[in-house]
């Protein structure tokens, strides 16, 4: 079998997003609405993609269970809004409680994944989707006492969507924006998800990063040197964990809702896709790739609903986002296997 090109899916998709932009620009759809969706999905999903990165350098494969990281996040933020707490301090308040949450469900769900070593995506899989279904109960049970938090009728169990307006719903996405004409850079998310990626890059040059690397890279030869592989990957699980809790915070807050129930059930999918859109998929996976991937993946989101509704074929943009979606998690498995066939053959 002929090797495949590995970057392959970035031009394809690269191409096709320059397709619906010149057809947007021949229907007169506005550059700038574009534009600003599109920076905005930026650091609304970007974070999300980022949790992915410390499980790929390990060893441990795509995150599919990153619904565990989120649940984490939305019990953060549900606190939040039972408190009351507005604006800017709420949001600081969701991702301070957000941390907390996605450790304390991150150390069982790193523990398990340490007894599957190689199987930890399906493993992964499974737990994300039964940890969604487990939270089911809680939401419909838990003693939160906010009134625009429950159900009007009967008082008692979580909505499953609850509006962040009064609270500090887009209180990130307004903070520092700058306009230019019609074009509107929300200067305070893109900075703080840039932080974000400083923050990861750096640490994966520390000395718990590092060691990360070098267990993702040859956990046997890790352990001989010294290393802990099982304390390693339950770090690394961890953290991906806790960046998943902050992501959800952040994507919510710029949605305007909190989604429980059932919500969280397919969110790790659109991070996988756009990750390996990136060009991640082991150890060697970076923040640019999840930068890039994020881009990419997301501005075609932006640009194939309007150009989908001036073809008069509004149901066109959700078919083409479920096909690129699982498209290339297919495409990046077959090159992943082709890649280590070629290799044992050679």
Request: include cysteine; aromatic fraction near 10%; charge should be neutral.
């Amino acid at each position: 079998m002929s090797a495949l090109r590995p970057g392959m899916p970035r031009i394809i998709i690269l191409v096709f997003l320059l397709l619906m932009i010149i057809v947007a620009a021949r229907a007169g759809i506005p550059a700038s609405g574009l534009v600003n969706d599109s920076l905005v999905r930026l650091f609304m999903n970007g974070v999300l993609v980022l949790s992915l990165l410390p499980m790929l350098r390990v060893g441990a494969g795509i995150n599919y269970g990153l619904p565990v990281g989120i649940l984490a996040g939305l019990l953060g933020m549900a606190v939040t809004v039972n408190l009351g707490v507005a604006s800017l301090p709420g949001f600081l308040l969701s991702l301070l409680l957000a941390g907390f949450f996605g450790v304390a469900l991150g150390l069982p769900y790193a523990r398990v994944l340490n007894l599957v070593k190689g199987r930890e995506e399906i493993a992964g899989l499974f737990i994300g989707f039964a940890s969604v279904y487990a939270m089911c109960f809680f939401w419909a049970v838990a003693p939160f006492q906010n009134p625009e938090m429950l159900w009007p009728i009967g008082g008692h169990g979580l909505r499953p969507t609850i509006g962040l307006t009064t609270t500090f719903g887009r209180s990130l996405n307004h903070l520092g924006q700058l306009h230019l004409g019609d074009l509107v850079l929300p200067l305070g998310g893109l900075a703080f998800f840039l932080l974000l990626c400083g923050l990861l890059h750096f640490f994966f040059y520390s000395k718990t990063g590092l060691a990360i690397t070098a267990v993702g890279e040859n956990p046997s030869f890790a352990r001989i040197n010294g290393l802990q592989v099982d304390r390693v990957r339950s770090q690394a699980i961890v953290l991906s964990t806790v960046i998943a809790a902050l992501g959800i915070c952040v994507y919510a807050q710029s949605y305007g809702f909190l989604e429980l129930y059932e919500a969280p059930l397919m969110m790790a999918f659109p991070a996988a896709s756009a990750i390996l859109l990136g060009g991640g998929g082991g150890y060697h996976s970076g923040v640019g790739a999840a930068i890039i991937g994020t881009f990419l993946f997301q501005s075609v989101y932006v640009v194939s609903g309007p150009v989908a509704n001036c073809l008069l074929v509004p149901e066109l943009s959700e078919i083409v986002r479920v096909i690129l979606t699982s498209g290339i998690i297919l495409y990046a498995l077959v090159f992943m296997e082709e890649r280590g066939s070629g290799d044992e053959e050679n």
